[in-house]
């Protein structure tokens, strides 16, 4: 049948006059506004338009000040928390852009919900303004997010991430340098794209990886909407995964972390693939092995091993469990939406073979077995053990603290737990639907998601198990992608669900002000945690470059026969960051706790170097309230007999130990 062309018939050329506008009865705008009948005041669509112009240029201005701001308060030495130390009115420039972002997103003109009446569909014009300014919110929005993840390169920090990441920003410098090529990393991901764009642009390798990691990120915001728009084709999902996705969900800072981490730059990069994913289950049956979208797939796929093997081990599973349930709707259900989409099966066993092939160069994947093989002896032979201890450990040390592992999970996990909750919530409503078309449209990529899910959950079990390991966080971080996409697609269909209740409401225009709010709270409460600060007990791997240099200096300094010992693991991670080491460096010590402060003369029977930094300090001292090691302890390094400070710069203090002082 022919779509009724749009008439429109103006009505006295007054102030007050009314236009009627005709529009196609079954139409939806991305608000889940129906079309019958409009009727609505241009003069106040005309009036309300520059107001949204102008709160847009607010929050991009408010932006460009908060990094002018925070690049002319550059860190002038090592910052215990990065919350604390940038400008306030650096966080005030970003809240008020984030604010504006959310309320353009989300509010549209109230010459949509307040001079419509409910069930119609605002004009040609009125769509324009609110799908023009919808974006430009969204990208608003995500410079916001640009500028609070940039702010260690805004703010001039050295290089900012410890333990992995310092042998990261090694292995970096030996591939820029040369003396190591891409071939000789189990994941030469992060380190390649950091090496480029430190021959491209020209700046310190340091900041070069700070660059390829926010890279990540900002791929993770991108294509995280569009995976959801192109599973629910509706603007208004990918406005609300766009802002999901701001949340970071997969970083935890426990074993997934906004620095130098190859599984967590994996992991968000991973967004990528399911995007293309989603695209791929639409191709063209009869082209999807040639297709420009397979393709891409098969590409990405090569990326995504090349980032990290162990996540594509992780990816296996998942394509695997999708393809079993694409094979069985086929036998079950024949002319299901599942059975129409494009198979998985070919980029299933490409992904199977490209693991095959890299892990066969560097054994990864049989250590890989191995390790959790001796893991499960280990955990059945010694009545259990695992991650339960650390975990108990780590109880014990937060209560030491006067807080405790319930306070913990509220900082670091609440956002986490409401989006859980809403993913499962989808799929339980998707595999029960009977009558609604709108979960139907989405069942099939909800499905997937739910059986990637459970496929990662016996993984997740495994790394538990694991003594000593931490990396089930690692899996809750690949869990956490599909989490997010499903949590914004459910927070899409309650808000289609109740928007015609809302409508309703002269308190609550349309409900959109609850989504803005909501959204502002969840951000706040996920983004005060992405960052390791003392709010969650943990010191800002800031390096600054009195420490770096201090290192360097000790390192060159170095008497070929006195060793160094230091406090966790420290000078063996600078060692890896300054000299590129092929293997990690474990030839640095640490100092015993019980020898720290007092006895250090007595607990060597050779000289040796201690190495202590500012950062070392306010770890101990103000994020682990002086559980390990007090205020004390380090002041009585100056007093103690044998132990001789012969270097320092303000933020490093190399002292000399000189065991022949033991007998005096």
Known sequence: MATPAVTCRSVHRSRYSLTYWSQPVNNKDSYGITSRQLRMSPQSAVTEEPFRKLALAVGFLAVAVSAFLAHGAPATGYELSLYTMTPGRVWAGLLVAMAI?????????????????????????????????????????????????????????????????????GWARAMADGTIVPFDLYYPGIHTVTAMINAAVGIPLEQSLLLAILATMIVFWIFVPLCAGTIVSNRRAVVIAAFSSFLLLPITTISMYMTAHAMSQAVLFSALLFFLFAKYLRADRSLAT?????????????????????????????????????????????????????????????????????????????????????????????????????????????????????????????????????????????????????????RPETLYFAVALVGLGPLFVVYFLAPGSTMYFRVFGLMMVFVTLLGAIAIDGLTGRFSGRWRESRFVPSGRPLLAVGFALLLLLSLVAVFPSPYTYNP?????????????????????????????????????????????????????????????????????????????YDREVHAYGELRHSDGDFSALENEPGVNRIHTNGEFDRYYIDASMSDA
């Open 290 to 442: 040639v297709s420009a979208v397979g393709t891409a797939f098969a590409l990405v796929s090569i990326a995504t091993v090349v980032y990290h093997p162990q996540l594509v081990a992780h990816l296996i599973v998942v394509f695997l469990g999708i393809s079993l349930v694409q094979f069985l709707a086929r036998r079950i259900a024949s002319q299901g939406r599942i059975a129409n989409q494009t198979p998985m099966y070919g980029q299933a066993l490409f992904l199977v073979a490209l693991f095959l092939v890299w892990t066969s160069n560097h054994g990864f994947f049989s250590g890989m077995i191995d390790h959790f093989l001796s893991a499960a002896v280990d955990f059945i032979l010694r009545d259990g053990g695992g991650a339960g201890d650390t975990v108990a450990m780590q109880g014990a040390s937060l209560g030491a603290l006067g807080s405790g592992l319930g306070e913990i999970f509220v900082k670091l996990f609440t956002v986490h737990l409401l989006f859980t909750l809403l993913a499962a919530g989808l799929i339980l409503a998707a595999i029960g639907a009977r009558n609604s078309e709108w979960l139907a449209r989405i």
């Open 540 to 616: 800002s791997p800031h390096v600054s470059d009195q420490q770096m240099s201090g290192y360097e200096t000790a390192f060159d300094t170095q008497a070929d026969e006195v060793d160094i010992v230091g406090l966790r693991n420290g000078p063996n991670r600078f060692d890896d960051a300054i000299h590129g080491n092929d293997e990690r460096m474990r030839l640095h010590f640490d100092v015993p706790e019980s020898a720290f402060g007092s006895g250090l003369v007595d607990e060597y029977d050779d000289d040796r170097y201690l190495l202590v930094s500012q950062y070392d």
């Open 101 to 169: 972002a959310l309320a353009i997103a989300f509010i549209p003109p109230s010459s949509v919900t307040g001079g419509t009446r409910a069930g119609t569909e605002p004009d040609s014009q009125t769509n324009t303004r609110l799908f023009t300014s919808r974006p430009l919110a969204v990208v608003l929005g995500g410079l916001t997010m640009i500028v609070f993840a940039g702010l260690p390169l805004i703010r001039g920090y050295r290089f900012f991430g410890n333990h992995d990441a310092l042998t990261h920003l």
